[in-house]
T-cell receptor, first 114, second 115 residues
Framework: AQSVTQPDIHITVSEGASLELRCNYSYGATPYLFWYVQSPGQGLQLLLK??????LVQGIKGFEAEFKRSQSSFNLRKPSVHWSDAAEYFCAVGRGGSQGNLIFGKGTKLSVKP | DTEVTQTPKHLVMGMTNKKSLKCEQH?????MYWYKQKAKKPPELMFV???????INESVPSRFSPECPNSSLLNLHLHALQPEDSALYLC??????????????FGPGTRLTVL
């Protein structure tokens, strides 16, 4: 069965520091992978997605993610974090077959120190 | 227009009330979704509509009743809810539900409190 693991529940980084949020997936075929961000009390906004091709994917707000099939990982990175990046981040895999819905990881909360 | 709108933003209801949540999109998407999200948890899928027909019901209690009047609108009718149903209810849409690569666009959610 498909699953997504985000090992870090909460991460705190200083403003201006680099960021890496981890995501591991379990999926038999080529995965469709997504990173979403959710500010408190808000809906989810898509940061980036991977379907195929180039394993380094660029997203909005200066985020990027790298797909590594050998490690079953899709880690999210940002070279310099801004205070406004503080939010909850969800990694998700698209469920295959006729059910095109998403399987979410449990999320990683990002706090940013001034 | 790449927006999914949801009304109301907040809703407080008693256990005997009947209320409805509304979701609307004008992106021409043919799949629409209802998710429930408890605090500090990821969204949990409730229902999926594909071409205005219910295609997935994730064993949701009958006190939640979805409706898709047309391709742009999705309602969630609520009746006899329990306090544990208090949560953020998110609506999403995508081009078609049957393809895993379709990204979902989420609305801002309705914060529901059941007293």
């Amino acid at each position: 069965a498909q699953s997504v693991t985000q090992p870090d529940i909460h991460i705190t980084v200083s403003e201006g520091a680099s960021l890496e949020l981890r995501c591991n997936y379990s999926y038999g075929a080529t995965p469709y992978l997504f990173w979403y961000v959710q500010s408190p009390g808000q809906g989810l906004q898509l940061l980036l997605k991977y379907f195929s091709g180039d394993t380094l994917v660029q997203g909005i707000k200066g985020f990027e993610a790298e797909f590594k099939r050998s490690q079953s990982s899709f880690n999210l990175r940002k070279p310099s974090v801004h205070w406004s990046d503080a939010a909850e981040y969800f990694c998700a895999v698209g469920r295959g077959g006729s059910q095109g819905n998403l399987i979410f990881g449990k999320g990683t909360k990002l706090s940013v120190k001034p | 227009d790449t927006e999914v709108t949801q009304t109301p933003k907040h809703l407080v209801m008693g256990m005997t009330n009947k209320k409805s949540l509304k979701c609307e999109q004008h992106m021409g998407h043919r799949a629409m979704y209802w998710y429930k999200q408890k605090a500090k948890k990821p969204p949990e899928l409730m229902f999926v509509y594909s071409y205005e027909k219910l295609s997935i019901n994730e064993s949701v209690p009958s006190r939640f009743s979805p409706e898709c009047p047309n391709s742009s609108l999705l309602n969630l009718h609520l009746h006899a809810l329990q306090p544990e149903d208090s949560a953020l209810y998110l609506c999403a849409s995508s081009q078609e539900s049957s393809f895993s690569y379709n990204e979902q666009f989420f609305g801002p959610g309705t914060r529901l409190t059941v007293l």
